[in-house]
C-alpha cells in the first residue's frame, strides 16, 4: 500500500492509473449480486447497516439541495447501478444517467426500464457533450456523487468542462466528494480488508476542489451557493478524510 499526503505547495502531485481505477469497478460489478446494489458501490461489503445508513443519510441532505419539479431534466454524473435513479426520475421531468463502467451501467439497465424520460449512458466523467449522450437540450440540474476522487487532476477539470457544456442557463449542480480534512492524500494500490479489492483514489482538500473550479465551472458562470458536511460524525469514521457536499449555482 502507497499513501502519500501531498501540501498544495507541491508541484508535481501523485496520480492515479486509469486501467487501475477501471479494474476496480469492474470488480466491483462482478460483487452486485453477492452483496447488493447499495453495499458494491458504498464499499461497506461487511457492513451493511452502515451502508443503508449512509446512503439514506447522504439523499436526506443532497436531494433537498436539487430542488427539484416535474419540469427540470436532471443529470447523474456517475450513476453507478442507479443509487440514485427512483429517487431523481420520480421528481423530475427527464433523467439521465451516465457511467464510465459498461458493468454498472449494465446493472442499471437491469433495475430500471429505459424510456424516453429515463436513460442510461456509458460515458466517462471527464468525456461527454449533448450530442455524444444523444439529448438536444441542456440539463438544468447535474448530480455528481464520488467521482472526482478517481481522477487525476486534469481529468476533474475536463469533468467540470463537461458539466459546464451541457448546463441549461439556469442550472444547479450538486456535487458530493470526500475530500482530504488537512492535506491532500494519494492512495495507490492499498489492498483494502473491507473491499478484498485494491484500491486507488485522490482525497483533494476543499480548497484543491474549488481550485479546480477557477477555470472551468466559474469561467462558465458559476458561484458555489453552499457546502456542508454530508453525514453527521458516527457515519463519518475516517480522520484524514470526510464526505462534503458543494452546490453550484449559474442564474
Not at 492499498?190 to 477555470?215: K, P, V, W
Request: charged fraction near 25%; hydrophobic fraction near 40%; charge should be negative.
Amino acid at each position: 500500500m502507497t499513501r502519500i499526503f501531498s501540501s498544495p505547495e507541491e508541484n508535481s502531485k501523485p496520480r492515479i492509473e486509469k486501467d487501475s481505477v477501471a479494474r476496480f469497478f469492474r470488480e466491483r460489478a462482478q460483487k452486485v449480486e453477492s452483496v447488493g446494489a447499495i453495499r458494491a458501490v458504498i464499499y461497506q461489503d461487511k457492513h451493511p447497516d452502515l451502508a443503508e445508513k449512509r446512503d439514506a443519510a447522504e439523499k436526506a441532505r443532497l436531494l433537498p439541495l436539487l430542488e427539484l419539479d416535474h419540469s427540470l431534466r436532471v443529470l447523474d454524473v456517475g450513476c453507478g447501478t442507479g443509487r440514485w435513479t427512483a429517487d431523481l426520475a420520480h421528481g423530475c421531468a427527464s433523467y439521465h444517467g451516465i457511467d464510465f463502467s459498461a458493468e454498472l451501467i449494465a446493472h442499471a439497465r437491469s433495475a430500471f426500464i429505459e424510456s424516453e424520460s429515463l436513460r442510461f449512458t456509458v460515458a466517462s466523467a471527464e468525456d461527454y457533450s449533448l450530442i455524444s449522450l444523444g439529448e438536444t437540450q441542456p440539463f438544468d440540474r447535474i448530480l455528481c456523487c464520488g467521482v472526482m476522487i478517481y481522477l487525476n487532476d486534469e481529468d476533474v477539470e475536463h469533468a467540470f468542462n463537461c458539466m459546464a457544456s451541457v448546463a441549461a442557463p439556469k442550472t444547479r449542480i450538486v456535487l458530493r466528494e470526500p475530500v482530504g480534512t488537512h492535506e491532500r492524500l494519494t492512495i495507490k494500490e492499498h489492498f483494502s480488508d473491507e473491499l478484498e479489492q485494491s484500491y486507488n483514489a485522490i482525497y483533494r482538500t476543499m480548497q484543491e476542489l474549488i481550485d479546480c473550479m477557477e477555470g472551468t465551472l466559474f469561467a462558465a458562470g458559476f458561484r458555489v451557493a453552499g457546502s456542508g458536511n454530508v453525514y453527521d460524525t458516527p457515519l463519518n469514521n475516517r480522520a484524514e478524510t470526510i464526505q462534503r457536499w458543494i452546490a453550484l449555482d449559474r442564474t
